[in-house]
């Protein structure tokens, strides 16, 4: 079982920055692809970025390409998503979730959730 609780959402300007991250936590997090996904009211559930295990290769959503960056830092069993350059319609909740070894863009194929953490963009 892994337990994974997000952190470092909040209120920000157009423009500015949030660095979210997600806490491991139950069994070895080096084999797990993490991903961020975000869910805004009224539209679907939308994949972010991810990162396959082992530090693998990343992907990202063509809306934040650039702006976004996804790390992980195995030996603190923590998954980061840094965000540059926001905009409104990056508000939304995002959620970290885990899945075996390689990455999904489908949010049901991940094992693993954790609460969600509100990003809000004003502009």
């Known amino acids: 079982q892994v337990q994974l609780v997000e952190s470092g959402g909040g209120l920000v300007q157009a423009g500015g920055s949030l660095r979210l991250s997600c806490a491991a936590s139950?069994?070895?997090?080096?084999?797990?692809?993490m991903a961020w996904f975000r869910h805004a009211p009224g539209k679907e559930r939308e994949f972010v970025a991810a990162k396959n295990w082992n530090g693998g290769t990343t992907y990202y959503t063509d809306s934040v390409k650039g702006r976004f960056t996804i790390s992980r830092d195995d030996t603190r069993n923590t998954v980061y998503l840094q965000m540059n350059s926001l905009k409104p319609e990056d508000t939304a909740v995002y959620y970290c979730r885990a899945r075996a070894l390689v990455y999904s863009r489908n949010w049901y194929d991940y094992n693993y959730w954790g609460q969600g953490t509100q990003v809000t963009v004003s502009s």
């Open positions: 139950g069994r070895t997090f080096s084999g797990y692809a």
